[in-house]
């Protein structure tokens, strides 16, 4: 069974740093790009960030470059997020989600299509003073 | 950035009914368009990619439709399980952009 479990949140003040853990279980981490994606107090979801299988190639939404960085330890099945400056609109439920991939065909030709279909429960992370 | 924008916000609706949400994209995703279902303090749960393929396990109550700029999510007969609140997401490329929900209420 797939498994993705957050941790790392709690409330930070402005200005301050935080780093966000998530273990993965149940499936071959290295082979998967891995996503982090929030949710602010009763609002909708906004992807984060993203990395590549072999960390070699990151992506962000651009509220968050320059101060958040993704990582990943392949070795430990993990994922980090280190969340730097943080500001009270950081303030959400932050998820881990697997990047996984689907086949589909239509009229002979066939696409790959990327979805996330694996998420963890989520940590909270509220920025006040 | 793709914009994606979701129809109505809220709906209410009964045990049985049929219900449908629209999810518009700011700019052609051709296909690229994923569905996922939130419960309340729960993480969100993957349900249609490609726009109208279902995800293994997904009851085939749900459907999905459209392409271009313009989709659907159709619920057939809605059951009390459905209750929760439907995101739409373009994966045609980054940033990855979510709409911003429609949550389905009973009536």
């Known amino acids: 069974e797939v498994q993705l479990v957050e941790s790392g949140g709690g409330l930070v003040q402005p200005g301050g740093s935080l780093r966000l853990s998530c273990a993965a279980a149940?499936?071959?981490?290295?082979?998967?790009?891995m996503n982090w994606v929030r949710q602010a107090p009763g609002k909708g979801l906004e992807w984060v960030a993203n990395?590549?299988?072999?960390?070699?190639?990151?992506d962000y939404v651009d509220s968050v470059k320059g101060r958040f960085t993704i990582s990943r330890d392949n070795a430990n099945n993990s994922l980090y997020l280190q969340m730097d400056s943080l500001r009270a609109d950081d303030t959400a439920v932050y998820y881990c989600?697997?990047?996984?991939?689907?086949?589909?065909?239509?009229?002979?030709?066939?696409?790959?299509?990327?979805?996330?279909?694996?998420w963890g429960e989520g940590t909270t992370v509220t920025v006040s003073s | 950035d793709i914009q994606m924008t979701q129809s109505p916000s809220s709906l209410s609706a009964s045990i049985g009914d049929r219900v449908t949400i629209t999810c518009r994209a700011s700019?052609?995703?051709?296909?690229?368009l994923n569905w996922y279902q939130q419960k309340p303090g729960k993480a969100p749960k993957f349900l249609i990619y490609?726009?109208?393929d279902l995800q293994s396990g997904v009851p085939s109550r749900f459907s999905g439709s459209g392409s271009g700029t313009d989709f659907t999510l159709t619920i057939s007969t809605l059951q009390p399980e459905d209750f929760a609140t439907y995101y739409c997401?373009?994966?045609?490329?980054?940033?990855?952009?979510f709409g911003g929900g429609t949550k389905v209420e009973i009536k």
């Open positions: 989600a697997r990047r996984g991939g689907s086949t589909s065909c239509y009229a002979g030709y066939c696409h790959y299509y990327y979805h996330m279909d694996a």
């Open positions: 149940g499936f071959t981490f290295s082979s998967y790009w």
């Open positions: 990395i590549r299988e072999d960390g070699s190639e990151k």
């Open positions: 700019q052609s995703i051709t296909n690229y």
């Open positions: 490609a726009a109208s």
């Open positions: 997401q373009q994966s045609y490329s980054n940033p990855l952009t």
